[in-house]
C-alpha cells in the first residue's frame, strides 16, 4: 500500500484563527501566505474552488472546523483511499489536503454536492475543499473516488505536466467516473455524465472536440468545462470524455478498469461509429 499522508492544513487553519485574534489588523492574505506555505496565486485558487473566504468572521472559521470534526470529514476521506489504495494499489505516494467550504459558496454546494476537488498536475496531490455535513458524504466518496483515478492514472503514465492535450484531459475525467461506477455503483455518478446524451456527445465530438483534441494549455479548460460564457453545455467535455471511455469500453469488455486507466488518450479515439 502507498504511503498516503495528510498535509495539515486544519491544524494550520486553527493557527490562522488564533493568529488573527492576536493581530486583527494583520493583512489575511498574506497571512494566509506564510502560515500555509503558499503563494498568492495559490489562494486564488483555493479561493476560486471555494474554500471559506478569507474575510470571514473567526466564528465562521471555527464552526466550519468545529463541523469538519463532528462529521469526521478526515478520517472518512483517509478510509476511503486506504481502501481504494489496498485494491488498486498505484505504488506510489499519495498527499491529500483539505480545506473548509465557504457557506456562501452555492455552486460548490449545489451543483458539486458540497465537495470541489482536483488532483495536481504532477498526479501526487489531491485536493478537497469540503462543506462539512451529513448531505455531503456521498457527493465525498463519489469525489475521492474520482480523483483517486486521476492520481492512479497520471502516476502510471508519468504525463503530470500542465499541457496535456484536450483529448487527455477529457479521457481522465470519464475514465475517473467509470471508475467510480465500477467502485461504487452508478448511483454515485457526478452529474456531468448525464450533461449530454449519446447522441449530442457523439455531434460534440466529431464537430467539435475531435477537432481541438491536440490542443494544449489553459485554452482548452472552457472545452472541458463548458457552461458559461461558453458555447457548449456545463461538463460537456466530461461527459464527451465519459462517452469515449464507454464506446472503446463496449467493444473490448475483456478490458479491467485499472488497465483503461493505464491506457494511452488517443486509444479511446472512435474508429468508427458502427456500434
Known amino acids: 500500500m502507498e504511503p498516503i499522508e495528510f498535509t495539515p492544513r486544519l491544524r494550520q487553519m486553527k493557527e490562522f484563527i488564533d493568529a488573527c485574534e492576536v493581530k486583527p489588523a494583520t493583512e489575511r492574505k498574506h497571512l494566509f501566505m506564510s502560515l500555509f506555505d503558499l503563494t498568492g496565486e495559490d489562494v486564488d485558487s483555493l479561493i476560486f474552488n471555494g474554500m471559506i473566504s478569507l474575510d470571514s468572521s473567526l466564528d465562521a472559521f471555527r464552526s466550519a472546523l468545529q463541523q469538519m470534526d463532528y462529521h469526521r470529514v478526515k478520517p472518512f476521506i483517509q478510509k476511503t483511499l486506504i481502501d481504494l489504495s489496498n485494491k488498486y494499489p498505484s505504488g506510489k505516494r499519495l498527499m491529500v489536503e483539505l480545506y473548509p467550504m465557504d457557506e456562501q459558496d452555492q455552486f460548490g454546494r449545489e451543483q458539486l454536492g458540497g465537495v470541489s476537488a482536483w488532483t495536481s498536475w504532477q498526479g501526487d496531490t489531491i485536493h478537497l475543499v469540503v462543506y462539512p455535513s451529513k448531505e455531503t458524504t456521498h457527493a465525498l466518496k463519489s469525489t475521492v473516488v ?11 503514465l508519468n504525463n503530470g505536466h500542465p499541457d496535456v492535450t484536450l483529448l487527455e ?107
Open 169 to 275: 484531459k477529457i479521457i481522465r475525467e470519464g475514465l475517473a467516473e467509470h471508475f467510480v461506477g465500477e467502485v461504487l455503483g452508478r448511483e454515485f455518478h457526478g452529474p456531468w455524465v448525464n450533461a449530454l446524451t449519446q447522441d449530442e456527445a457523439r455531434r460534440l465530438w466529431e464537430t467539435l472536440y475531435s477537432v481541438h483534441a491536440a490542443d494544449t494549455g489553459d485554452g482548452t479548460d472552457a472545452l472541458v468545462f463548458g457552461g458559461r460564457n461558453t458555447d457548449v453545455p456545463l461538463w460537456a467535455g466530461y461527459s464527451v470524455g465519459y462517452y469515449l471511455v464507454k464506446w472503446y469500453w463496449e467493444l473490448h469488455p475483456l478490458v479491467s478498469i485499472i488497465d483503461l486507466t493505464v491506457r494511452n488518450s488517443e486509444e479511446f479515439i472512435p474508429r468508427s461509429f458502427n456500434f
Open 146 to 156: 474520482h480523483e483517486y483515478n486521476h492520481h492512479h492514472r497520471i502516476t502510471a
